[in-house]
């Protein structure tokens, strides 16, 4: 049975990820680091106490979900519960936008903006929030690019090289183009 309150480690085929879950969803999610233990020290940094615990039930589907998607497989994760009740308003309006683009798609920063009724001046922001998604992949926030042809910025470990890879793994296009990266430009990793 899976405690109420827990964090797991698991292999995938970029690298070993994380969860941490509470009974009501995840907490947050981890893409690869350079070690288990740096993983391991992540978690504790934004969740001091918890504890490293198996799965099972909506968890144990997430770490399956999370696992295949990696390994290749073109999934939706919107179903994945999330618990976002501690983060900023804007925080939880701005990923509940996100989560809607489904897998294949990419939407720009700006036009996550004006999806919550923020205008594309406010990309910025939109950027900032997604900077500080505990939820990356659940949270799809490399399926937002930028206005000119640039994948944006991607906080989790890789940067845009990891931002580029998942885009891939998905087949991602832009509305009304063939190839999203017939778009970009070749960025360093």
Request: net charge negative; hydrophobic share 45%.
């Amino acid at each position: 049975m899976t405690t109420s309150l827990g964090y797991t480690i698991f292999p995938t085929a970029v690298g070993d990820c994380a969860v941490a879950w509470n009974g009501v969803g995840l907490l947050g999610v981890w893409l690869p680091e350079r070690s288990a233990e740096r993983l391991r020290a992540r978690i504790a940094q934004r969740h001091p106490g918890i504890s490293e615990a198996t799965t099972s039930g909506a968890t144990a589907e997430a770490v399956a979900a999370i696992t295949a998607l990696l390994g290749g497989e073109r999934l939706d994760l919107s179903a994945v519960g999330i618990d976002d009740s501690a983060l900023d308003p804007f925080d939880r309006r701005v990923y509940a936008a996100a989560r809607k683009i489904p897998p294949g798609r990419v939407l720009t920063y700006g036009g996550l903006a004006v999806t919550i009724d923020l205008g594309p001046v406010d990309a910025r922001a939109i950027g900032q929030s997604l900077g500080r998604n505990p939820f990356p992949i659940v949270v799809p926030c490399h399926r937002i690019v930028g206005a000119h042809g640039g994948l944006g910025g991607f906080s989790a470990p890789g940067g845009a090289a990891t931002k580029r890879l998942l885009l891939t793994i998905e087949d991602a296009r832009l509305a009304g183009t063939a190839d999203l990266f017939d778009m970009l430009p070749d960025e360093a990793p």
